[in-house]
């Protein structure tokens, strides 16, 4: 069960494909599912901060198992997808209908394409990274790999970090300068690792050109299979999973900074620099992405693997009430803002934030 308790994940798939064939409110049960019930539960359930112990972790940590439950996410997601361009056809558009399986799609590009992607985009197995860029490909957000690898691991809490959300920053305009600011940085890194090579900026070596062709052709591929509606249905559930992501974003480094050392650089990202929750269904969803500051520490770390660390701020709840919550500006600056102001004076015990 400790390692088949990650597929819970399929359950996503499960509740749009019901949404996909149903109408009214049931196009929505996947929203409703975990954007509702997970969060109202996780409230009943107690934080799991148990680790595995050295013996379990080394005997874990190459199992097969773990890996084929994310390769799953491939077929699944493409196979989705394609079902969602069928039934997004046929779907009136401004229904419904047409609101809610654009809605679910979004949540299963920003779930299984994206938060996957993110996952096997930082093994050092070519094939496991090619099903990576391939998943967030699904989701139009491939630039996402240059800048989350080589730019926000170095700059993550601190202000040149685009993906790490200031004090007092708003939600909304931190989904457009994560997503763009982060879109012209991929940019900037793969032309500084060109100059590096000795390859014009512009070579097919520049993964950023290989993904802007890669996203070209599919949204060329869509509308000549269907037409130019499903192709604006697409890229707006494909929006929905980038909007999810900036949510996650901004929830897992809110306010959070690093000190400036003695030789005027910053210091090391440690594990009190992102927010992380124990809940153990938000874990579950997102391979523990919500343990967060061990994945920080160490981007290496498989998902199976990462700690519970006594210094690492928690949340009140998991991730997905947390997302939910963020929505609620003013009552999120209200109590976030109390927990970073007993962080910043170091007077605070763990278990109460």
Not at 50 to 72: G, Q, R
Not at 221 to 234: D, G, P, Q, T
Request: glycine share 6%; hydrophobic share 45%; net charge neutral.
């Amino acid at each position: 069960m400790k390692r088949a308790k990650y597929l819970f994940v399929y359950t996503l798939p499960i509740s749009v494909l019901i949404a996909f064939n149903n109408e009214g409110i049931m196009t929505f049960m996947p929203i409703i599912l975990f954007f509702g019930v997970v969060p109202l539960v996780e409230l009943l359930i107690k934080p799991d901060s148990s680790n595995l112990d050295i013996e379990s972790a080394e005997k874990e940590k190459d199992n097969p198992f773990y890996n084929w439950i994310m390769f799953l996410a491939l077929p699944i997601q493409i196979t989705s997808l394609i079902y969602f361009f069928f039934i997004i056809n046929e779907t009136p558009i401004g229904s419904i209908e047409y609101i809610g399986r654009i809605v679910s799609m979004g949540l299963m590009c920003g779930v299984l394409g994206i938060n996957i992607g993110h996952e096997l985009g930082h093994r050092s197995n070519r094939s496991e990274q090619f099903i990576g860029e391939v998943l967030l490909l699904t989701s139009l957000n491939t630039h996402f790999l240059p800048y989350h690898n080589s730019g926000h691991h170095f700059e993550v809490a601190t202000p040149n970090d685009s993906a790490t959300a200031g004090k007092n920053q708003l939600l909304y305009t931190f989904w457009l300068s994560s997503h763009f600011g982060s879109y012209i940085k991929a940019w900037q890194i793969e032309f500084k690792r060109m100059k590096k090579n000795g390859k014009a900026p512009f070579s097919l070596n520049n993964k950023m050109l290989q993904y802007s062709i890669a996203n070209i052709a599919v949204i060329a591929a869509i509308y000549f299979f269907f037409n130019l509606e499903v192709v604006i249905a697409f890229i707006l559930a494909a929006s929905i999973g980038i909007i999810l992501l900036e949510t996650v974003n901004y929830i897992e480094h809110y306010g959070l900074l690093r000190k400036i050392n003695d030789s005027g650089r910053y210091e090391r990202v440690q594990h009190n620099h992102s927010w992380n929750s124990d809940h153990p269904l938000g874990r579950l969803l997102l391979f523990n992405l919500s343990r967060h500051s061990d994945h920080h520490y160490k981007a290496s770390t498989k998902y199976q693997l990462l700690r519970s660390m006594s210094k690492s701020p928690q949340m009140p709840t998991g991730y997905p009430g947390m997302m939910v919550f963020s929505l609620f500006q003013p009552l999120w600056f209200y109590v976030m803002n109390k927990k970073l102001d007993r962080i910043n004076t170091n007077d605070y015990e763990n278990n109460d934030l």
